[in-house]
T-cell receptor, first 113, second 110 residues
Protein backbone atom coordinates (compact mmCIF):
# COMPACT_ATOMS: atom_id res chain seq x y z
CA UNK A 1 0.00 0.00 0.00
CA UNK A 2 1.85 3.07 -1.27
CA UNK A 3 1.53 6.00 1.14
CA UNK A 4 2.54 8.81 -1.26
CA UNK A 5 2.34 7.91 -4.92
CA UNK A 6 3.41 9.96 -7.91
CA UNK A 7 2.90 9.49 -11.60
CA UNK A 8 4.65 9.32 -13.92
CA UNK A 9 7.90 8.03 -12.47
CA UNK A 10 9.87 8.87 -15.60
CA UNK A 11 9.16 11.59 -18.10
CA UNK A 12 11.24 12.54 -21.12
CA UNK A 13 9.92 15.45 -23.12
CA UNK A 14 11.00 18.16 -25.50
CA UNK A 15 11.63 21.78 -24.69
CA UNK A 16 8.54 23.89 -24.98
CA UNK A 17 6.12 21.12 -24.09
CA UNK A 18 3.64 21.21 -21.20
CA UNK A 19 3.53 18.33 -18.73
CA UNK A 20 1.87 17.36 -15.47
CA UNK A 21 2.88 15.24 -12.52
CA UNK A 22 0.24 13.84 -10.22
CA UNK A 23 0.50 12.99 -6.55
CA UNK A 24 -1.82 11.24 -4.15
CA UNK A 25 -1.44 10.34 -0.49
CA UNK A 26 -3.49 7.89 1.56
CA UNK A 27 -2.06 8.77 4.96
CA UNK A 28 -4.85 11.12 5.96
CA UNK A 29 -2.40 14.04 5.99
CA UNK A 30 -3.60 17.57 5.50
CA UNK A 31 -0.44 19.14 4.06
CA UNK A 32 1.28 18.30 0.80
CA UNK A 33 4.47 19.56 -0.81
CA UNK A 34 6.45 19.64 -4.00
CA UNK A 35 10.21 19.52 -3.75
CA UNK A 36 12.75 19.73 -6.56
CA UNK A 37 16.02 17.79 -6.37
CA UNK A 38 18.69 18.87 -8.81
CA UNK A 39 21.64 16.92 -10.17
CA UNK A 40 23.74 17.85 -7.12
CA UNK A 41 21.09 16.32 -4.86
CA UNK A 42 20.02 19.67 -3.40
CA UNK A 43 16.40 19.56 -2.28
CA UNK A 44 14.41 22.76 -2.56
CA UNK A 45 10.83 23.30 -1.54
CA UNK A 46 8.63 24.66 -4.28
CA UNK A 47 5.07 24.65 -3.01
CA UNK A 48 2.96 23.52 -0.10
CA UNK A 49 -0.78 23.16 0.34
CA UNK A 50 -2.69 22.75 3.56
CA UNK A 51 -6.27 21.56 3.13
CA UNK A 52 -6.27 22.70 -0.49
CA UNK A 53 -4.95 26.14 0.39
CA UNK A 54 -1.60 27.30 -1.01
CA UNK A 55 0.60 28.18 1.96
CA UNK A 56 4.12 28.08 0.56
CA UNK A 57 5.04 29.43 -2.83
CA UNK A 58 8.78 29.75 -3.16
CA UNK A 59 10.56 31.65 -5.88
CA UNK A 60 9.56 29.39 -8.71
CA UNK A 61 8.93 30.44 -12.32
CA UNK A 62 5.23 30.95 -12.94
CA UNK A 63 5.46 28.24 -15.59
CA UNK A 64 5.02 25.93 -12.62
CA UNK A 65 1.46 25.77 -11.34
CA UNK A 66 0.37 23.48 -8.53
CA UNK A 67 -3.21 22.43 -8.02
CA UNK A 68 -4.81 20.64 -5.10
CA UNK A 69 -8.33 19.39 -5.85
CA UNK A 70 -8.59 17.93 -2.35
CA UNK A 71 -6.26 17.39 0.57
CA UNK A 72 -5.21 13.96 -0.66
CA UNK A 73 -4.06 15.16 -4.07
CA UNK A 74 -1.51 17.67 -5.28
CA UNK A 75 -0.61 17.99 -8.93
CA UNK A 76 2.12 19.98 -10.62
CA UNK A 77 1.71 21.40 -14.09
CA UNK A 78 4.69 22.78 -15.96
CA UNK A 79 4.30 24.94 -19.05
CA UNK A 80 6.88 25.61 -21.74
CA UNK A 81 9.46 23.23 -20.35
CA UNK A 82 13.09 24.31 -20.38
CA UNK A 83 16.30 22.31 -20.17
CA UNK A 84 16.90 23.61 -16.65
CA UNK A 85 13.66 22.02 -15.47
CA UNK A 86 15.29 18.61 -15.71
CA UNK A 87 15.34 17.27 -12.17
CA UNK A 88 13.62 14.86 -9.82
CA UNK A 89 10.38 16.20 -8.43
CA UNK A 90 9.27 14.78 -5.10
CA UNK A 91 5.83 14.99 -3.66
CA UNK A 92 5.56 14.75 0.13
CA UNK A 93 2.92 14.99 2.81
CA UNK A 94 2.64 15.63 6.53
CA UNK A 95 0.10 16.21 9.26
CA UNK A 96 0.00 19.74 10.55
CA UNK A 97 0.80 20.42 14.18
CA UNK A 98 2.12 16.93 14.89
CA UNK A 99 5.73 17.72 14.00
CA UNK A 100 6.12 14.27 12.68
CA UNK A 101 8.27 13.64 9.71
CA UNK A 102 7.13 14.29 6.19
CA UNK A 103 6.67 11.33 3.91
CA UNK A 104 8.02 11.38 0.40
CA UNK A 105 6.79 9.83 -2.80
CA UNK A 106 9.08 7.85 -5.06
CA UNK A 107 9.95 10.85 -7.20
CA UNK A 108 9.28 11.79 -10.81
CA UNK A 109 12.38 11.93 -13.00
CA UNK A 110 11.87 14.68 -15.55
CA UNK A 111 14.28 15.00 -18.46
CA UNK A 112 13.84 17.86 -20.92
CA UNK A 113 15.65 17.43 -24.23
CA UNK B 1 16.14 33.07 5.78
CA UNK B 2 16.80 29.69 7.33
CA UNK B 3 19.90 27.97 6.01
CA UNK B 4 20.87 24.40 6.76
CA UNK B 5 24.39 23.23 6.09
CA UNK B 6 25.91 19.82 6.38
CA UNK B 7 29.49 18.73 6.45
CA UNK B 8 31.14 16.95 5.02
CA UNK B 9 29.40 16.93 1.66
CA UNK B 10 31.20 13.76 0.68
CA UNK B 11 32.51 11.07 2.97
CA UNK B 12 34.38 7.96 2.04
CA UNK B 13 35.15 5.67 4.92
CA UNK B 14 36.38 2.18 5.60
CA UNK B 15 34.13 -0.48 7.01
CA UNK B 16 34.41 -0.74 10.75
CA UNK B 17 35.32 2.91 11.27
CA UNK B 18 33.37 5.57 13.13
CA UNK B 19 32.45 8.98 11.79
CA UNK B 20 30.15 11.93 12.42
CA UNK B 21 28.11 14.03 10.04
CA UNK B 22 27.31 17.57 11.18
CA UNK B 23 24.22 19.62 10.50
CA UNK B 24 24.21 23.35 11.31
CA UNK B 25 21.22 25.61 10.91
CA UNK B 26 21.00 29.37 11.00
CA UNK B 27 17.87 30.26 12.98
CA UNK B 28 16.05 28.92 16.00
CA UNK B 29 14.24 25.65 15.58
CA UNK B 30 13.30 22.97 18.08
CA UNK B 31 12.84 20.23 15.57
CA UNK B 32 15.28 18.41 13.39
CA UNK B 33 14.90 15.45 11.09
CA UNK B 34 17.32 13.03 9.49
CA UNK B 35 16.65 11.21 6.25
CA UNK B 36 18.43 8.66 4.14
CA UNK B 37 18.31 8.51 0.35
CA UNK B 38 19.63 5.56 -1.64
CA UNK B 39 20.65 6.21 -5.26
CA UNK B 40 17.62 6.60 -7.48
CA UNK B 41 15.26 6.23 -4.54
CA UNK B 42 13.05 8.33 -2.35
CA UNK B 43 13.89 9.80 1.05
CA UNK B 44 13.35 7.61 4.06
CA UNK B 45 12.90 9.04 7.54
CA UNK B 46 15.54 7.99 10.06
CA UNK B 47 15.10 10.18 13.12
CA UNK B 48 12.90 12.94 14.46
CA UNK B 49 14.52 15.07 17.19
CA UNK B 50 12.03 17.29 18.95
CA UNK B 51 13.87 18.93 21.83
CA UNK B 52 17.21 20.17 23.02
CA UNK B 53 19.42 17.31 24.09
CA UNK B 54 17.37 14.69 22.26
CA UNK B 55 19.31 11.59 21.31
CA UNK B 56 18.02 8.74 19.20
CA UNK B 57 19.71 5.56 18.11
CA UNK B 58 18.90 2.93 15.54
CA UNK B 59 21.45 0.25 14.82
CA UNK B 60 24.78 1.84 13.94
CA UNK B 61 23.34 5.35 13.66
CA UNK B 62 22.86 7.79 16.50
CA UNK B 63 21.50 11.31 16.14
CA UNK B 64 21.60 14.15 18.64
CA UNK B 65 20.35 17.71 18.80
CA UNK B 66 21.77 20.80 20.50
CA UNK B 67 19.32 23.61 19.85
CA UNK B 68 21.48 26.20 21.60
CA UNK B 69 24.38 25.52 19.27
CA UNK B 70 21.94 24.98 16.37
CA UNK B 71 23.72 21.75 15.67
CA UNK B 72 22.76 18.16 15.10
CA UNK B 73 25.09 15.25 14.63
CA UNK B 74 24.62 11.87 13.01
CA UNK B 75 27.18 9.45 14.35
CA UNK B 76 28.04 6.27 12.52
CA UNK B 77 29.53 3.43 14.53
CA UNK B 78 31.49 0.61 12.90
CA UNK B 79 30.29 1.47 9.41
CA UNK B 80 29.13 -1.27 7.05
CA UNK B 81 28.67 -1.12 3.29
CA UNK B 82 24.87 -1.07 3.61
CA UNK B 83 25.08 2.38 5.17
CA UNK B 84 26.29 3.85 1.87
CA UNK B 85 23.70 6.48 0.92
CA UNK B 86 23.07 10.22 1.00
CA UNK B 87 22.01 11.57 4.38
CA UNK B 88 19.99 14.73 4.78
CA UNK B 89 19.05 16.73 7.81
CA UNK B 90 16.02 19.00 7.72
CA UNK B 91 14.75 21.77 9.97
CA UNK B 92 11.32 23.34 10.13
CA UNK B 93 10.85 27.03 9.47
CA UNK B 94 7.46 28.15 10.67
CA UNK B 95 4.61 25.68 10.72
CA UNK B 96 4.96 24.01 7.40
CA UNK B 97 8.30 24.56 5.78
CA UNK B 98 10.85 21.76 6.00
CA UNK B 99 14.23 23.06 4.85
CA UNK B 100 16.76 20.44 3.88
CA UNK B 101 20.50 20.47 4.31
CA UNK B 102 22.93 20.09 1.46
CA UNK B 103 23.19 16.34 1.95
CA UNK B 104 26.20 14.16 2.82
CA UNK B 105 27.07 11.42 0.34
CA UNK B 106 28.50 8.55 2.32
CA UNK B 107 30.42 5.74 0.74
CA UNK B 108 31.55 2.87 2.91
CA UNK B 109 34.42 0.91 1.41
CA UNK B 110 34.92 -2.77 2.10
Amino acid sequence: DTAVSQTPKYLVTQMGNDKSIKCEQNLGHDTMYWYKQDSKKFLKIMFSYNNKELIINETVPNRFSPKSPDKAHLNLHINSLELGDSAVYFCASSLRDTWNTIYFGEGSWLTVV
Amino acid sequence: ELKVEQNPLFLSMQEGKNYTIYCNYSTTSDRLYWYRQDPGKSLESLFVLLSNGAVKQEGRLMASLDTKARLSTLHITAAVHDLSATYFCAVTSGTYKYIFGTGTRLKVLA
